[in-house]
């Protein structure tokens, strides 16, 4: 809760998330974290964080020669087509094979085993070969 670094909107999303908690358990860091929605995570990509980027945010992608904006758009995608599918919303529109190449450029820029696992373990795209 750095007031510093999180604009007014992350603050108000950290609020939320802590306010969700099982207070039985007690309000941990790791809690408010997994707390948090991927709009929150996308949202750190935006240019508001530039300099957490620069300082931070970018060693989260050693695999990746890119910069803040390379993350921005994809992410932001792939936190409308999540909250498409998380909300069973019509999916016709949507560019269902190109969400799952992002989703494995960046993992790949995260962690290249982790790119060819999931990209192993995918039926996407031939689910989508198959027209259904």
Same mark, same amino acid.
């Given at each position: 809760m750095d007031f510093d670094i999180l604009q007014p909107e992350? $603050?108000?999303q950290v609020i939320v998330? $802590?306010?969700r908690l099982d207070?039985?358990?007690g309000i941990t860091r790791s809690r408010v974290i997994a707390g948090v929605s991927f709009g929150f995570w996308a949202g750190l990509f935006s240019n508001h964080y530039?300099? @957490?980027w620069r300082q931070e945010l970018r060693y989260a992608f050693p695999?990746?020669?890119i910069v803040r904006k390379d993350l921005t758009q994809p992410m932001r995608l792939l936190?409308?087509?999540r909250n498409r599918v998380a909300h069973h919303d019509c @999916? @016709?529109?949507?560019d269902i094979g190109q969400r799952a190449d992002d989703m494995l450029k960046i993992a790949g820029w995260i962690d290249p085993d982790a790119q060819t696992w999931l990209s192993e373990r995918s039926r996407i795209h031939a689910l989508l070969a198959t027209k259904p």
């Open positions: 992350g $603050v108000k998330a $802590v306010e207070r039985g358990k530039e300099e @957490l695999h990746g020669s936190q409308r087509f @999916l @016709l529109k949507q």
